[in-house]
């Protein structure tokens, strides 16, 4: 039936390499597709991949990176279970992995295990080798032992809970990619994301039990739909809950709703492009087939005797490449089959018609997608707090898209990020609260902050648009537990100034200086005892407004030199110009994450250099730049001055860091007004688009491909090149500026300038409308950069500049 359906054709190259090292499993759930479906072919298996195979398999791997030009692959070690394999086994499949493909080829390394023997070697050998590891997990423990269990029916819970905990210490932190969940319609639904949830995953994918139309999942009748039931269940809990985790499957619809590709191979039309080698070498098709029949995977070929190529022409793997052809007729004309793409192929199995028939699940994934459809969680990616949504209009899409937006436009974005912030940090503190031994401390900064917000919520958002907020609630923090109690108590301290209610708290001392945002810093001592921190006593006097620290009256407003007093206060400082008013930060600890350095504390000359040129910069942009003037007045609240170091014009944004922007400088000459302007205009860019792929998926995930831009020598990232395209929009258009403006009018350098930045982005912006990699508001939003682009070689062609499109 496949061959007659692939019509012979080659499947796509392969780009997911699922390898087998481990043939056996220390568990015996009774849902396993190993070892408890149609295929028994596990027994004929060696137990163990062996040295030979392996490194024949990462040959093979290699030649096919190379045949294909692949730029990055996914390999999945898998099992059994994969850990039986052992600690030395796995890192020297690492290592020949990683030195079989090509050197532009990137190997993301992955592992599914059932967690039992997780303990601290194998955490560290994953993170030394960059393996990032799924954990399989059923729920809660009742849900969990209903199926996964020990041969002699001992429950695994224990176990794998245990080891949940230990990669999720920050040392391991990084190698675990999530929970995987196979759902039982006899579990509570809520009750087993909770479960899962508590666990701090950094992102759940629920799984439909295994079954075709011969072996029927569990269910009432034929109508009924317990598995969409239980999904929904989830589902409606899921999108309304502040710094929630990801799940795959709902972020999956979703996303092809927006128009990108699926994150699951049991959802969409996109190719599968996987493959599975066993531990003999055998050359498979996906695992879940073996729930069809014996031998349904078996392609005949094995890694001695054939290449990946060779396999890629078997048809089952042709079959799965079809897309909207290979489905069935009532799948090509089914109102979803867009999103569903018949389900996951082994689903569809039914004896005589083979794969030729809808999923098994099909009226729950109807069911399903229609709720999500009909119930659009907000913004892919932002997560908002409850009873809150974003959206942009489409008229102030069309205007950020353009190059430019207006106040409202950015207003939008500006909230949105709010939501955004609100929610890591929920989650920040939910993450903090049990994984500190400070957690306690990080639990009382959280409890006067939440009430603060409650009470005084309009004095208290401005101090939580603090851009560096962002930046320690999503980041790592070097100083651990006590820093981020630091981080908290400054926060709730500051809010309490401006809420009018005084606070009284022991806040933990830690690396020498306490921020309380919008206000400024208390420097303290350096500390030279054991922990090298200790606690204070803060008490918070509005009225003054002072801080009493430790029974020590510290006026806020004043900026004494440092002198040998226990501490001393620096005060936040202003740039204003035209009723404009940003913070120049030389305070925060957390504003050094730029690819510069941040500078120190701004003397004061400097800072009146800063003034100075931001007066410049600020009536240069009103005046010949409104349309981006508008937008940076509405969205930029800080400028954060970064080490120069020779590169006069450096500067910079960070994604997570909303409302700043980092500028080298300051420099004495007058021209540094005209210089900071185009600094200001160029990073505002980055900090709007940063912000609308926050709210809005452009790009479609999974384009791992690079692409040459004319102002950089290395190739960039699809996204890289939206951002340094959208930045230059506005660079372009300062440049036109400038060429007007230059003494020697538009012959000057400044006319070169712009012509040549107008070529490189015209040709970025290309790259883009060409790319597959765009969803149908990244098409939409393209189209509108293009236009912007066109525009400059009319007018280029009005004032008889060179004006041909290279
Ligand atoms: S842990 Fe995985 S491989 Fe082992 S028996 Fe359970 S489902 Fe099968
Ligand atoms: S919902 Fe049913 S008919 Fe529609 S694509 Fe999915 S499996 Fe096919």
Redesign the pocket.
């Known amino acids: 039936l496949n061959t007659q359906q692939a019509g012979g054709s080659a499947a796509s190259p392969f780009r997911q390499f699922i390898l087998k090292v481990h043939a056996r499993?220390n568990?015996?759930?009774d849902?396993?597709y190993?070892?408890e479906h149609a295929d028994q072919s596990w027994r004929d298996r060696p137990i163990v991949m062996s040295d030979e195979t392996m490194r024949q398999t990462a040959a093979r791997i290699g030649e096919h990176c190379r045949v294909h030009s692949l730029g990055d692959i996914q390999v999945v070690l898998h099992?059994?279970?994969p850990l039986l394999a052992g600690l030395h086994r796995i890192r020297r499949l690492a290592r020949l992995l990683r030195a079989s493909v090509p050197e532009q080829c990137g190997v993301q390394l992955r592992m599914q295990t059932?967690g039992v023997l997780l303990d601290d070697n194998f955490c560290a050998l994953l993170v030394e080798e960059g393996v990032k590891v799924g954990i399989?997990l059923d729920g809660d423990q009742q849900a969990n032992d209903l199926h996964?269990r020990y041969a002699d029916g001992r429950s695994s819970y224990r176990e794998v809970e245990a080891a949940v905990r230990t990669i999720s210490q920050p040392r391991f932190r990084g190698a675990f990619s999530g929970l995987l969940c196979t759902i039982d319609v006899a579990s509570d639904p809520i009750r087993s994301y909770t479960a899962l949830c508590e666990l701090d995953p950094p992102r759940i994918d629920f799984l439909l039990p295994h079954a075709n139309w011969e072996i029927v999942p569990r269910r009432s009748g034929p109508e009924a739909t317990p598995h969409a039931d239980w999904l929904i269940a989830v589902y409606d809990r899921w999108r309304t809950e502040p710094g929630r985790v990801p799940i795959r499957v709902f972020d999956s619809i979703a996303g092809l709703l927006a128009g990108a590709d699926s994150l699951t191979e049991s959802l969409g039309l996109d190719a599968a492009d996987l493959v599975v080698v066993e531990t003999d070498g055998a050359i498979e098709q996906v695992d879940s087939l073996k729930a069809a029949y014996d031998g349904a995977a078996g392609t005949g070929f094995d890694v001695h005797r054939h290449s990946f190529d060779d396999a890629r022409a078997h048809p089952g793997f042709a079959a799965r490449s079809l897309g909207m052809e290979g489905l069935c007729g009532t799948c090509q004309t089914c109102p979803v089959v867009r999103i569903c793409g018949g389900g996951l192929y082994a689903h569809r199995y039914r004896a005589g018609s083979g794969f030729q028939n809808p999923s098994v699940y099909c009226r729950d994934l109807l069911k399903l997608i229609t709720h999500v459809r009909d119930r659009p969680a907000v913004a892919l990616r932002a997560r908002p707090v409850p009873g809150e949504t974003h959206s942009l209009s489409g008229a102030a899409f069309d205007d950020l898209a353009a190059g430019w937006g207006g106040a409202g436009a950015v207003q939008a974005l500006v909230d949105a990020q709010r939501s955004l912030r609100l929610s890591s940090l929920v989650h920040f503190v939910r993450v903090g609260r049990s994984a500190d031994p400070s957690g306690e401390a990080l639990a009382a900064a959280w409890e006067v902050l939440a009430d603060l917000h409650e009470r005084a919520p309009g004095a208290v958002e401005p101090v939580l648009a603090h851009p560096y907020i962002g930046a320690w609630v999503t980041g790592s923090d070097a100083v651990g537990g006590a820093g981020r109690a630091r981080d908290l108590w400054g926060l709730a301290l500051a809010c309490s100034l401006r809420a009018g209610v005084p606070v009284n708290a022991t806040v933990p001392l830690v690396g020498g200086r306490l921020l309380l945002p919008t206000w400024g810093a208390l420097d303290l001592a350096p500390e030279t005892g054991r922990t090298g921190w200790r606690t204070g006593e803060i008490a918070t006097d509005p009225a003054a407004p002072a801080i009493v620290v430790d029974g020590r009256v510290v006026p806020l407003g004043e900026d004494p030199a440092k002198d040998d007093a226990e501490f001393s206060w620096l005060p936040v400082r202003h740039l204003e110009a035209d009723g404009f008013r940003v913070a120049l930060d030389d305070l925060d600890p957390h504003r050094d994450c730029y690819h510069h350095p941040a500078a120190g504390r701004q003397s004061p000359r400097q800072f009146e250099h800063w003034q100075a040129a931001f007066t410049d910069a600020w009536e240069l942009i009103n005046r010949e730049f409104p349309r981006y003037g508008e937008g940076i007045a509405s969205g930029l609240g800080t400028i954060t001055p970064l080490e120069a170091s020779g590169a006069v014009d450096a500067s910079a944004t960070h994604r997570r860091v909303f409302g700043a922007v980092g500028i080298g400088g300051p420099r004495a000459d007058p021209g540094f007004g005209d210089a900071l302007a185009l600094l200001l205009l160029h990073e505002f860019q980055h900090v709007k688009v940063g912000a609308v792929l926050d709210l809005v998926p452009l790009l479609a995930p999974g384009d791992d491909a690079r692409y040459e831009v004319g102002w950089r020598p290395d190739p960039r990232p699809l996204e890289a090149v939206l951002q340094g395209a959208y930045a230059h929009l506005a660079v372009v258009e300062y440049w036109h500026s400038a060429a007007h403006r230059s003494p020697g009018g538009p012959a000057g350098e400044a006319r070169s300038t712009f012509l040549s930045l107008r070529d490189q982005t015209a040709a970025a912006v290309d790259v883009l409308a060409t790319s597959s990699s765009l969803t149908d508001l990244g098409r939409r939003w393209i189209g509108r950069m293009q236009t912007t682009v066109q525009s400059w070689y009319e007018l280029a062609e009005s004032e008889e500049w060179g004006c041909d499109r290279p």
């Open positions: 499993c568990l015996a759930c849902h396993c190993v070892y099992g059994g279970e059932n399989s996964r």
